[in-house]
């Protein structure tokens, strides 16, 4: 079975995080 899904993707974001795309990367870039 596939992994589950890292804690950053089930947490929303801080508001200053968000990109436009609405993923941010573990490092907090965006995607």
């Known amino acids: 079975k596939p992994?589950?899904?890292p804690?950053?993707?089930m947490q929303p974001p801080p508001d200053w995080q968000t990109p436009l795309n609405?993923?941010?990367s573990p490092s907090g870039n965006d995607w």
């Open 7 to 9: 804690a950053w993707i």
């Open 3 to 5: 992994p589950p899904p």
């Open 22 to 24: 609405g993923i941010i």
